[in-house]
């Protein structure tokens, strides 16, 4: 469905592995706390801002928690897992971070648990009241029908861990930062294109004036004229540091959402995920000495300074 890559099936009970290629990992609930709510939001992004606040008091203190969220069926499926637990985890199994393609999760593929799947010897996967849940293996029937795990379970999108940082993007996190830095790539070039034009013009100006005025030669005079020149390279500059800088600052759960930039000051808007994203996010800022404010009542923080 989702990829033509192994699908691998994790849990707690599972034998080490050794992989000599990527693979795309299926958890099962023992990795990820479900909750679904029929909530009268109509678009994901607004069912993904109050996913933390459905999870209060269910997850454990003092861990960092990501959310996948998805429709079944009209009513909105939350996801929360710990990226470091899961990371963890697959390293003590021979799974290195690097060589998992996609993660998925299993109340994903509830419609192909028609039938239980053995897990180890003791317990089963199994779809109950539309969950998908660990039970032990003692509790299923003698003659009960018994599913082979493979890669028809693969659901249709998943999670993408980057291995390199050990952090987990979905797919669509992924593709808002390819179009953020297409964006920069674009302004790069648009300036680039703008200050050879102005260099060219501005050498082509130095010699019309240097043949018409040979008092010009003097070297004072040349250095005024090149300090006017230079004056549109520092300008330029400035504004390629600028949009370096905001490029740092866009990591997982933050998103850049508008960039308002000119000749004097510059203004960008970033979307966080949740508080402690925000706090994080002011906290380069700072670094960067660059100045920060909240935005509204949520985690929006805006960046703002002069060139």
């Not at 454990?60 to 928690?65: C, D, F, I, P």
């Not at 249709?156 to 390199?164: E, P, R, Y």
């Not at 013009?201 to 019309?208: D, I, K, P, V």
Request: hydrophobic fraction near 40%.
């Amino acid at each position: 469905m989702g990829s033509n890559k192994e699908l691998l099936l994790v849990h707690a009970s599972m034998e080490h592995v050794s992989l000599s290629h990527s693979v795309n990992v299926m958890l099962t609930p023992q990795f990820y706390t479900l909750k679904k709510e029929p909530l009268p939001v109509k678009y994901l992004y607004q069912a993904k801002k109050i996913a933390p606040s459905l999870f209060d008091g269910l997850l454990e203190e003092g861990r960092s928690y990501e959310y996948l969220v998805f429709k079944e069926e009209g009513i909105w499926a939350f996801i929360a897992y710990d990226v470091d637990e899961i990371t963890e985890f697959l390293s003590t199994k021979g799974i290195k971070a690097e060589q998992v393609s996609k993660l998925f999760f299993a109340q994903q593929s509830l419609s192909s648990f028609t039938d239980p799947v053995l897990l180890g010897k003791k317990e089963a996967l199994v779809a109950l009241d539309d969950a998908v849940v660990v039970v032990p293996q003692a509790a299923l029937e003698e003659e009960t029908k018994l599913l082979t795990f493979n890669d028809s379970f693969t659901p249709k999108t998943g999670v993408t861990l980057q291995g390199a940082y050990g952090s987990f993007l979905s797919m669509k996190q992924a593709m808002v930062l390819a179009i953020v830095f297409t964006i920069f790539a674009g302004m790069f070039f648009v300036e680039g294109w703008r200050y050879g034009n102005d260099s060219k013009a501005g050498e082509e100006e130095m010699q019309r004036l240097l043949e018409e005025y040979p008092s010009l030669q003097s070297k004072m005079q040349r250095k005024n004229i090149a300090t006017k020149y230079k004056t549109i390279d520092t300008a330029e500059r400035k504004k390629r540091e600028v949009v370096k800088s905001l490029s740092r600052m866009i990591f997982k759960g933050v998103t850049l959402t508008s960039l308002a930039l000119n000749e004097k000051s510059f203004k960008a808007q970033f979307s966080c995920s949740d508080a402690k994203v925000a706090k994080r996010l002011n906290e380069l800022a700072k670094k960067e000495k660059l100045n920060t404010s909240k935005v509204s009542d949520g985690d929006d923080v805006q960046i703002e300074g002069t060139l």
